[in-house]
């Protein structure tokens, strides 16, 4: 299976062969979404940030799991939106 150059598939519609679809609108929206959580995730990691629920300190491991999985989803969301 052959694709399309990368910079076509962001052009315009006619270019792209034709105007985005719901799904493909879904899988933009959620990887851009999912992009912004591992980034935060990530941030905390690299500052070191304290993040407290209610008086208790959420481990830095969470966000390390966190991470992975946001940007496994936000990876994914992008590779089934090209």
Same mark, same amino acid.
């Given at each position: 299976?052959?694709?399309?150059?990368?910079?076509? !598939?962001?052009?315009?519609?006619?270019? &792209? /062969?034709?105007?985005?679809?719901?799904? !493909? =609108? +879904?899988? %933009? *929206?959620? /990887?851009?979404? @999912? /992009?912004?959580? =591992?980034?935060?995730?990530? %941030?905390?990691?690299? @500052?070191?940030?304290? *993040?407290? %629920? &209610?008086? !208790?300190?959420?481990?830095?491991w969470f966000s390390g799991v966190g991470f992975v999985a946001a940007a496994g989803l936000c990876f994914w969301a992008f590779?089934? +939106?090209?």
């Open positions: 299976m052959t694709r399309k150059p990368l910079l076509s !598939q962001w052009a315009t519609p006619e270019l &792209r /062969g034709g105007p985005m679809t719901h799904q !493909q =609108a +879904f899988l %933009l *929206v959620s /990887g851009i979404i @999912f /992009g912004l959580v =591992a980034l935060l995730h990530a %941030l905390r990691l690299a @500052f070191r940030w304290e *993040v407290r %629920l &209610r008086s !208790q300190e959420i481990p830095m590779w089934l +939106f090209l």
